[in-house]
C-alpha cells in the first residue's frame, strides 16, 4: 500500500514538473521533422541536448555542446555559442543550423520574440562565415519554418 | 565668492534640451549638488546620494565624496586648498565641459559612434540628442548643434561629425541612445547579376542576384526589430521579387540574414540547381524586372 502510494506521488510528481518540448530534425531532403520529448528542469539546455541528438533517420546541424551560455533579459532570449563548435561549417549547416535553434526556440519558449546570437561571450557579426549576427531575430521570421 | 549662475531653470527638464553655462569657476556645495542632479538626469544615471554629519554635509557621485562644512571642503578625505570646488573637480565627477568666452558650458551629449551599417548609418549617443542630420546637394552631413564630445573628443557646434556624398536621407528613426539613418542613392529599376561571393556595395542602387549553384532556392535577407523598420522596404522589395522568381522557376524561398546582401541592398541569392538553368533565369529576371 505504502509503496503503491510512493508511485503514485511520483508519477503525479512526473506529470506536474514534466514538459513537451518540440525538437526540430531534418529529413534526407532537408524538410523539417517536429518530434516531441519530454523536458523537465532547464528547457533550454534540454533542447540543446536534444538537437544535437537526433532519433534514427534524421539529421541534425546543431553540435553537440554548441552552447556556452544563455540569459534571458525581458522576452530577448541571448544565445552564447562556443565559436570551436561552428568552425568549418558550410554555407548550408551554417543556415540550417540557425533555422533548427530558432524555429526550435520559438515553438518551445512563449514568452521569447526575440533572440540574440554571440559567440564565446562577445557580439561578432557572423555565426561562421556566411550568416549575420549583428541583429536579433525575431518570431515573426522563425515562428515558422523560413524555408517554403 | 563668485555666485554661480545657472542661465537655465535648472529643475525644468525641458529646458535641458539646452547646454548648462556657468559663469563661474569655483562652485559652492549647493551649486555642485544642483548640477551633478541635472548632470543624472540628462545621462540617465545614478543620482549624486546626499547625506550629513553634524554640521557637515557630504554628497556621493560618480565614486567621489565631497563633504563641506561652511567653508571647508574635503573631497575623498583631501582638504581643497579653495573655499569651494574648482570647476576642474568635474571631470572627477565625470561631467565633461568646456570653457568658452562665455564662460563654462557643461557638455550634455556624447556621441560615442557612428557606424555604417549597410546603407543604415548609426549614431549611438548618450545624453541630449545634441547634433543634427543635414542635406546638402550631393551629401548627408551630421553636425554638432551645440558643444558635444565625439568619441572623447570635444567638438564645436556646426562642426561635421560625419558626411557620406552621392546620397539622400531615405528615413530616419531614434530610440534610446540611438539614431538611425536610412540612405539611398538613385532611385532602383535596374539590376546587376553577380556569382556569390563576390562584394556587394553596402549603397547598391541596383537589385542584386547573388548566383551560385545549389539546390535550387532563392534566399532573402529577413528583416530585424533592432532596425526599427529601416530594412523593412528592401526585405518586403526584394521578398516580392523573389516569391515571383521562385514560382516561376519551380525553387525554395528561404529567409536568412546572409551577410553578402547589405542591409537596406534590395537583393537575393539565387542558387541554381545546373549552370544550364542560368539562361531561363536570367530570361525571368529580364522580364520580371521590365514589369
Known amino acids: 500500500m505504502r509503496k503503491s502510494v510512493f508511485v503514485l506521488v511520483f508519477l503525479m510528481a512526473s506529470v506536474l514538473f514534466s514538459v513537451e518540448l518540440k525538437i526540430c530534425y531534418l529529413n534526407e531532403d532537408l524538410l523539417p521533422i517536429v518530434k516531441v520529448t519530454e523536458g523537465r528542469d532547464n528547457p533550454v539546455l534540454e533542447i ?10 534524421l539529421k541534425t546541424f546543431v553540435p553537440e555542446g554548441v552552447l556556452r551560455a544563455y540569459f534571458f533579459v525581458g522576452d530577448y532570449l541571448i544565445l552564447d555559442f562556443y565559436g570551436e563548435k561552428l568552425k568549418g561549417m558550410n554555407f548550408d549547416s551554417e543556415r540550417y543550423f540557425l533555422h533548427q535553434v530558432l524555429y526550435t526556440i520559438f515553438l518551445n519558449v512563449k514568452g521569447v520574440n526575440n533572440v540574440y546570437i554571440i559567440i564565446d561571450g562577445k557580439k561578432r557579426d557572423v555565426l561562421a562565415k556566411h550568416v549575420d549576427i549583428r541583429f536579433s531575430f525575431p518570431r515573426e521570421v522563425w515562428e515558422k519554418w523560413p524555408i517554403r | 565668492m563668485r555666485r554661480l549662475i545657472l542661465l537655465f531653470a535648472i529643475f525644468s527638464v525641458t529646458l535641458l534640451a539646452e547646454t548648462i553655462t556657468l559663469d563661474a569657476t569655483l562652485l559652492n556645495f549647493d551649486d555642485l549638488l544642483q548640477l551633478l542632479e541635472i548632470h543624472s538626469r540628462v ?90 542630420v543635414e542635406q546638402t546637394q550631393n551629401s548627408v552631413r551630421i553636425i554638432a548643434k551645440d558643444w558635444l564630445l565625439f568619441r572623447g573628443v570635444v567638438k564645436m557646434p556646426e562642426e561635421v561629425l560625419y558626411e557620406k556624398e552621392n546620397v539622400r536621407i531615405e528615413r530616419t528613426a531614434e530610440s534610446d541612445g540611438q539614431f538611425r539613418i536610412l540612405l539611398s542613392a538613385e532611385s532602383v529599376g535596374k539590376y546587376v547579376v553577380k556569382p556569390f561571393g563576390e562584394r556587394v556595395d553596402p549603397y547598391e542602387k541596383d ?21 526599427n523598420g529601416l530594412d523593412l522596404p528592401a526585405y518586403s522589395e526584394s521578398l516580392k521579387l523573389a516569391r515571383k522568381i521562385a514560382n516561376e522557376l519551380g525553387y525554395k524561398l528561404e529567409e536568412c540574414p546572409v551577410y553578402d546582401i547589405p542591409v537596406g541592398v534590395v537583393g537575393m541569392i539565387v542558387l541554381l540547381r545546373e549552370k544550364d538553368e542560368m539562361p531561363v533565369f536570367l530570361n525571368t529576371v529580364e522580364r520580371l524586372m521590365a514589369e
Open chain 1, 48 to 57: 540543446f541536448e536534444a538537437l544535437s541528438s537526433p532519433p534514427e533517420g
Open chain 2, 43 to 132: 545621462f540617465d544615471v545614478t543620482p549624486p546620494s546626499t547625506g550629513t554629519v553634524g554640521s557637515m554635509r557630504y554628497l556621493e557621485y560618480n565614486g567621489h565624496v565631497l563633504a563641506n562644512v561652511e567653508d571647508l571642503y574635503i573631497l575623498d578625505n583631501s582638504k581643497l586648498p579653495s573655499p569651494g570646488v574648482p570647476v576642474e573637480t568635474l571631470k572627477l565627477f565625470g561631467v565633461d565641459y568646456i570653457q568658452t568666452g562665455d564662460g563654462v558650458k557643461i557638455i550634455t551629449c556624447r556621441v560615442n559612434s557612428i557606424e555604417e551599417i549597410g546603407k543604415t548609418v548609426v549614431v549611438n549617443f548618450e545624453g541630449e540628442k545634441n547634433f543634427d
Open chain 2, 207 to 227: 537589385v542584386v542576384f547573388l548566383v551560385g549553384y545549389g539546390d535550387g532556392r532563392i534566399i532573402v535577407r529577413s528583416f530585424s526589430k533592432d532596425l
